[in-house]
């Protein structure tokens, strides 16, 4: 099918098409909340009709044109499973000429928002985003990104958004795990879960729960621990998780959310006089650099994660460069399970 070009749409054909001043479509185009939702759909699909996509917002300064920039927004600084996705983007990016902007949304919604609006409108060229979910209410700055055409790719799928996707593989990552501790003879193992907010959370918990349904040991929801991904929130909910049970019901294993979280629960049972593994097993997740040297090396699942950087950067500037628009791509990395001393197998209970 013949692609109309990039650009060869107005925003007067815009505002000719809708019936509306260019003022409005302007209004629309820029964020604002000036404009009713109603006339704000019809402009939008008018707009995802003519294809249109803005070289840059009317009334914002040229930050970006005179180089080519692109931006990526993760979700937290100071965990490497996020800074080496960025790097390996900016690796990418940089060997093609681009300027990586990088900035975190502390896994908080309106700082995600106020980057992506920033992002779109000052002249940066695209942008990769590792996006928060808390319902439909809170992906309307990913709508807005959708129907201006603006090129960005998302590192998780979000509901309701069709846009370009990074991701691995959570759901078929946590079976690995559950499967692994189940061959070597665990049967009591719980889930501790990450930010509720986090897409990859919830894919987790599907995985972890699909685990159960393919093997003959039940799962229940009491299997499904919350406590976080941040250190200090971590240590304190997992004290407080043992120390309203009894140690004969003590899990055998934990499956973490990520890596960060498993070294606050090691941290945690080893202030309980808890041993790993000999009393309990733990695996985490996303193998970030420094877990080998963890007090007992953590067996845990590795994520290609500047693999899933640079695949994001490629498509993004494919798009970016393209004079049409290019059909929606998905890439879904697969994790390993690396095994180390943190686990162990059980003899028959």
Not at 27 to 44: G, W
Not at 173 to 192: D, E, N, P, T
Not at 204 to 220: C, H, K, Q, T, Y
Not at 265 to 280: E, F, G, S, Y
Request: aromatic share 8%; net charge positive; proline share 4%.
């Amino acid at each position: 099918m013949h692609m109309k070009k990039v650009n060869e749409t107005s925003i007067q054909d815009i505002a000719k098409k809708a019936g509306v001043s260019k003022a409005t479509v302007s209004a629309v185009l820029n964020f604002k909340s000036t404009v009713k939702p109603s006339t704000r759909e019809k402009i939008l699909k008018v707009t995802e009709a003519l294809q249109y996509r803005p070289k840059r917002m009317v009334g914002i300064p040229k930050f970006g044109d005179a180089e080519k920039v692109i931006g990526i927004i993760i979700k937290e600084l100071n965990y490497p499973f996020y800074t080496t996705i960025a790097e390996g983007a900016t690796e990418y990016a940089n060997s093609k000429g681009y300027s990586m902007i990088v900035a975190s949304s502390d896994y908080n919604h309106e700082k995600e928002k106020k980057y992506t609006r920033l992002f779109s409108v000052l002249g940066i060229k695209g942008t990769i985003i590792a996006p928060l979910i808390e319902g439909n209410s809170e992906i309307e700055h990913l709508l807005n990104l959708q129907m201006s055409n603006y090129p960005f790719v998302l590192l998780a799928d979000v509901k309701n958004i069709s846009a370009n996707v990074v991701e691995i593989d959570n759901i078929k990552a946590i079976k690995k795990a559950v499967q692994y501790l189940i061959s070597k003879g665990h049967k009591r193992i719980v889930h501790f879960t990450g930010p509720p907010q986090s897409a990859h959370a919830k894919e987790r918990i599907d995985g972890f729960r699909i685990a159960f349904s393919e093997v003959p040991l039940a799962f229940s929801k009491e299997m499904i621990i919350p406590i976080g991904a941040d250190k200090e929130g971590s240590y304190e909910r997992c004290i407080n998780y043992f120390s309203r049970k009894k140690a004969k019901d003590y899990p055998t294993a934990i499956v973490c959310f990520n890596d960060l979280q498993a070294l606050a629960v090691m941290t945690a049972l080893r202030d309980l006089n808890i041993k790993v593994p000999d009393d309990i097993s733990i695996i985490g997740n996303d193998d970030i650099h420094f877990t080998e040297t963890y007090s007992v090396p953590l067996t845990t699942l590795k994520s290609p994660q500047r693999e899933i950087g640079r695949k994001a950067a490629e498509i993004l500037i494919r798009n970016i460069e393209s004079s049409t628009l290019l059909p929606i791509e998905r890439i879904v990395l697969e994790t390993e399970l690396i095994i180390r001393k943190s686990t162990k197998k059980l003899n028959a209970e």
